[in-house]
């Protein structure tokens, strides 16, 4: 089998046009270390000397509060850089000296801050309290754990059968999670919570629940009685089965005396599922029982696993969409206590900026007119709310709100971005997002280009990381993965010492071989050993990253 082509791109073109093509809007792709954020920094300047905007309606927005202090640091060091190169008395210099004495005035921040101070404008619009504070993230679950608290009560007074079902569930499956079945289900509600801002209820597909049940149950007392008819108790495929066998005497006994309970045979079925798989034991004799075959018996056990998998999927978005509906009383709960408090949360301030944007289209003009350029930092950390609010301030016509169907106006909207980044889900981020977004906007003129040029590893260790990842990292559009971009060193590496180490595992033999619990535990001292020696004893240098044509000797901070 072929390996797939690995994509290489023009660096140096792809610099050159995000520094001077300020007319049209760009989308670039770039990994860590390519130094896209200096690009951005670069083009905002850029748009500041040609008199494009004024700071003032510049809007730079990232996603934490310590890489928008990071950005607006850059921004000041680069504007101070740009004007002392302009000529003297030139309508460039006279521009940014402009921007420097205003640079307090640029919305540089997060995307939440941003919202923030648009809503604090337009309190009546957005019908809240134009004195609201901004709720941090554990003033938020303080107030969502006390919402949780009166939902759980009510609902488990009035038996609600989402709730039931779910605790049924929760108190069996998931051993290695100790908490307790309400606190998993508090979580789930919080995750609920965050996507309030997409009311639309789930589709709930019919769903014979205890039909099934009943099937399963018969089907589960079968194997159990063709378990039973061995007489080798210690036979593997025996033990495999004495999950089944348990349940099935389990429910005989539960029903001697009581109707059926639905709820907790969900559960007990879910469970047998996983035990099943855990104990996927074959056995070794060429008989099981007298005139009972072995692969009969196999067989009859795979059919139930693929029976109980089918049951699992269509038993999982059963519930979820039920349970779903019981739950979405807690946004107005929630809701509530925010009212009280006077505060917003982070979604509250995306969902009601996003609904000034979309349903008002006064506010939707005036921002659009008021912010000029619009630029997005790591942009595959963008959650829909997010995506929403921003494209819709670039539109070129101010009567577009689908925001999937927006053409940016010349040169408007400039994002930068790492769509492999987006596994790591930051908040509410989706590749799938991301990669619909891109999908969009370039079909409406939206360049894409990448940079490929790596300024943080020495080529032998971006070697190394290309041939590592390029095989395993494969576009998929299903998944939204996107194929690897191989990236190219600036530095070369020095002479006379390592770039690449594979520190051996010194005692890495049990009593059969290599343990992996042997493995660990003699590395942490392995790795604490080499470190000692690496900035005591080496004499090993290291590049200087504020000077990178000077070394500096190995210090702790370097490793």
Avoid at 3 to 26: C, G, N
Avoid at 266 to 277: A, I, Y
Avoid at 331 to 351: H, I, M, S
Avoid at 410 to 433: E, M, N, T
């Amino acid at each position: 089998m072929n390996a797939a082509p690995q994509l290489q791109y023009d660096d140096e073109a792809a610099r050159r046009r995000i520094r001077s093509s300020l007319a049209e809007s760009l989308i670039v792709e770039a990994a860590a270390g390519t130094g896209k954020t200096t690009e951005m920094v670069r083009r905002i300047v850029a748009v500041l000397a040609q008199g494009l905007a004024e700071i003032d309606r510049v809007v730079a927005v990232t996603f934490t509060r310590k890489a928008a202090g990071e950005l607006r640091l850059r921004l000041r060091q680069e504007l101070d850089r740009a004007r002392n190169d302009a000529p003297q008395g030139s309508a460039g210099r006279n521009n940014l000296e402009r921007a420097l004495a205003r640079l307090e005035e640029a919305r540089v921040g997060t995307i939440h801050s941003f919202c923030a101070e648009i809503l604090r404008e337009r309190p009546v619009e957005a019908v809240i309290d134009p004195a609201f504070q901004e709720l941090s993230e554990p003033a938020a679950a303080r107030l969502y754990a006390r919402a949780f608290q009166g939902w759980a009560q009510e609902k488990l007074a009035a038996g609600a059968p989402g709730l039931q079902r779910a605790l049924a569930r929760l108190g069996r499956l998931e051993r290695s999670d100790p908490r307790p079945p309400l606190a998993k289900l508090q979580e789930a509600g919080w995750k609920l919570i965050e996507w309030r801002g997409f009311p639309a209820p789930w589709r709930r597909e019919p769903f014979d629940r205890a039909s099934d049940i009943d099937d399963l149950v018969a089907a589960v007392q079968s194997l159990a009685a063709l378990a039973a008819q061995s007489p080798y108790r210690s036979d593997d495929l025996v033990q495999a089965l004495r999950p089944a066998q348990d349940l099935a005497a389990a429910i005989e006994r539960a029903e001697q005396n009581a109707a059926r309970d639905y709820d907790a045979l969900e559960g007990l079925l879910l469970q047998l599922l996983r035990d099943l798989k855990r104990r996927a034991k074959k056995g070794r004799r060429s008989d099981f029982a007298p005139g009972v075959r072995r692969e009969d018996v196999l067989a009859e056990r795979e059919r139930l696993t693929g029976r109980l998998a089918v049951f699992q999927r269509r038993a999982d978005a059963d519930l979820a969409a039920q349970l779903r509906e019981e739950l979405w009383d807690l946004v107005g709960r929630y809701d509530e206590q925010k009212r009280r408090a006077g505060g917003l949360d982070f979604v509250d301030l995306l969902v009601r900026v996003r609904d000034l944007i979309r349903d008002k289209p006064e506010v939707r003009r005036h921002l659009q007119s008021r912010f000029q350029r619009i630029f997005v930092d790591e942009f595959q950390d963008t959650d829909p709310l997010q995506a929403e609010i921003l494209i819709l301030l670039s539109a070129g016509d101010p009567d577009q709100t689908d925001f999937l169907q927006v053409t940016p106006a010349p040169g408007k909207l400039f994002v930068v971005g790492d769509p492999k980044q987006s596994i790591y889900r930051f908040r509410r981020a989706d590749v799938i997002l991301y990669q619909e977004v891109r999908r969009s906007l370039e079909s409406r003129g939206v360049a894409v280009v990448h940079l490929s040029q790596s300024f943080r590893a020495l080529r032998p260790i971006q070697e190394c990381i290309n041939a590592a990842f390029a095989p395993e990292i494969q576009e998929n559009a299903e998944t939204g993965q996107p194929q690897y971009v191989r990236l190219d060193p600036v530095w070369e590496a020095g002479a006379g010492q390592p770039t690449v180490i594979a520190l051996p595992a010194p005692h890495p033999y049990g009593y059969r071989g290599i343990s992996k619990d042997k493995v660990a535990q003699c590395l942490p001292s392995s790795i604490a050993a080499f470190v000692d020696w690496l900035v005591h004893h080496s004499g090993w240098q290291v590049r200087d990253p504020q000077e990178p044509s000077h070394s500096l000797p190995v210090e702790a901070r370097h490793i």
